[in-house]
């Protein structure tokens, strides 16, 4: 864990944002330099990508914030109300600005290409062109801005995994999300250095990103119609990231239902009692495969007009 990267002067540059910045400029590169290999509007894709990058921000943003709405209403109305509901985090005045404040790690990773798939769909109708080609290039790098995301949430502590005794865990230090977590669930004492050690998801779904990228290139390289490779990470992340979930252990992705079965944990090695599902992350899940399967069965039915997608 490593949250602020340096410092310039007294404004600390965050990890979490670097990342970020750094696979929106790696991926934006690349889906450029594709997209005119393929006969595309380099300067339209370019245009395109800085709306993604904007909407996908506003996106990640406001479906963190809807899971964790009391975190931000009340330090704006009501102080009072929530120091004490979480006085690990009292406020001495009144903050409205939290809600800007997305270098701390509050982003939801799946609002970020929910609203980068429809801004898309605006965009190229705006265009008059046709939306699907351009979703199958753009898409294809995806994968690699979850990579650097990922990596950003373990520079800022977030997404940390559940409690494990194992070779290949994490310990978080004191003052970080895990460590604050474990307190709060008397797991450690408040005078412990480190968190208990945990599993690494952020790495996981890291080293997750950089399969689907792969996959998707690999699907690219054989489409036979328009959406195809759009259709892939729609039914493959949904899988993967479901299967990760069973690993998290922060309490902020928030469950809409807290479903145990004791035969998945002991197959996974996880400890009795561990909540399978249903977290936020693992309904969307169902809802993106869902339409994933759905265009499938509609688009694949429509041959390509051309190979290259124009």
């Not at 929106?24 to 595309?40: E, N, T």
């Not at 009072?80 to 009144?94: G, V």
């Not at 479901?242 to 469950?255: A, Q």
Request: aromatic residues 14%.
């Amino acid at each position: 864990m490593h949250p602020v990267l340096f410092s310039l002067g007294d404004y600390p540059i965050h990890t979490y944002a670097v990342c970020i910045a750094t696979g929106f400029i790696v991926c934006v590169w690349l889906a450029a330099r594709h997209a005119s290999k393929v006969g595309m509007d380099r300067e339209m894709i370019l245009d395109l990508c800085w709306w993604l990058l904007v909407m996908g921000l506003v996106g990640s943003r406001v479906a963190f914030i809807a899971t964790n709405w009391e975190q931000y209403w009340y330090p704006c109305v009501d102080l009072d109300a929530f120091n004490r509901m979480f006085p690990e985090q009292a406020l001495a005045e009144r903050d409205c600005t939290l809600v800007f404040q997305f270098w701390k790690g509050g982003l939801v990773f799946y609002g970020a290409p929910i609203a980068s798939l429809i801004t898309l769909f605006v965009f190229m109708r705006r265009e008059k062109l046709p939306a699907l080609p351009v979703a199958d290039v753009i898409i294809i790098y995806l994968p690699l801005g979850q990579f650097f995301g990922r990596l950003g949430c373990l520079g800022a502590g977030c997404c940390f995994g559940k409690p494990h005794e194992g070779a290949l865990t994490l310990s978080f230090p004191r003052g970080s999300m895990a460590w604050d977590q474990h307190v709060q669930e008397h797991l450690i004492e408040p005078s412990a250095l480190t968190s208990l050690p945990v599993y690494p998801t952020q790495l996981y779904d890291a080293f997750t990103g950089l399969i689907l990228f792969g996959v998707l290139w690999w699907a690219h390289n054989r489409k036979r119609w328009h959406g195809q490779v759009m259709v892939t990470w729609l039914v493959l992340y949904p899988l993967v990231r479901s299967l990760n979930e069973l690993f998290r252990g922060d309490e902020d992705r928030k469950f809409l239902a807290r479903i145990v079965v004791e035969p998945l944990n002991a197959l996974l090695g996880l400890a009795p009692g561990s909540v399978t599902f249903l977290s936020t992350s693992q309904f969307i899940s169902i809802l993106v495969a869902a339409t994933g399967l759905a265009l499938y069965a509609r688009l694949r039915r429509i041959p390509m007009t051309s190979p290259t997608g124009e």
